[in-house]
């Protein structure tokens, strides 16, 4: 199924997976949405830049991904996920997007999390250490992790990092 699908997730689960990884960004109208990519242009039937779309826009396009038996699919949001996310599975959240460096934005993540009643079983990563430490910084209790594509020595990267979790890229 394509990227980020209610049927790649679905899929997840039914294969026995421990928890969900997927990518996060931030609609113009302040929506948390799960899709990989800044545009919307390769995965979808569409073309322009997620954070300078409401949800409203983006629930309008197919991610099909240009294959027909999915083109009923629509880019999710977090909520619809975690409704269907079983309570045992863990949900780890790529931070994709600069809007988690405002405040106002990263408090209502955090506050979003809370109200899902999801909080203690999300871990947030991302290639930048600075959207990271800004979850950190609203939410000490969700771990966190670096994403990085430098060869590295763990000693050296990790204590001064303050991150949880630090892995290459894939």
Do not use: C
């Not at 394509?2 to 928890?19: C, K, V």
């Not at 863990?90 to 994709?96: C, D, G, R, S």
Request: proline content about 6%; hydrophobic content about 40%; aromatic content about 8%.
């Amino acid at each position: 199924p394509p990227e980020n699908t209610l049927p790649s997730f679905r899929q997840a689960i039914a294969e026995g997976a421990d928890g969900i990884e997927t990518d996060i960004q931030v609609t113009s109208d302040g929506q948390f949405v799960l899709f990989h990519d800044g545009e919307v242009d390769r995965t979808t039937n569409g073309s322009g830049r997620v954070d300078q779309m409401t949800l409203t826009d983006l629930t309008k396009l197919s991610v099909s991904y240009g294959r027909r038996e999915y083109s009923n699919e629509r880019i999710l949001t977090l909520r619809e996920l975690v409704e269907i996310l079983p309570k045992d599975k863990a949900l780890l959240l790529e931070i994709k997007s600069d809007r988690f460096l405002e405040e106002g934005i990263t408090a209502g993540f955090i506050a979003e999390l809370n109200r899902l009643g999801i909080l203690d079983r999300v871990a947030a990563v991302s290639f930048s250490l600075a959207r990271i430490q800004a979850i950190r910084a609203k939410e000490p209790s969700i771990p966190i992790g670096w994403i990085v594509y430098k060869p590295w020595v763990p000693e050296q990267v990790w204590p001064k990092a303050g991150v949880d979790m630090l892995g290459p890229a894939w």
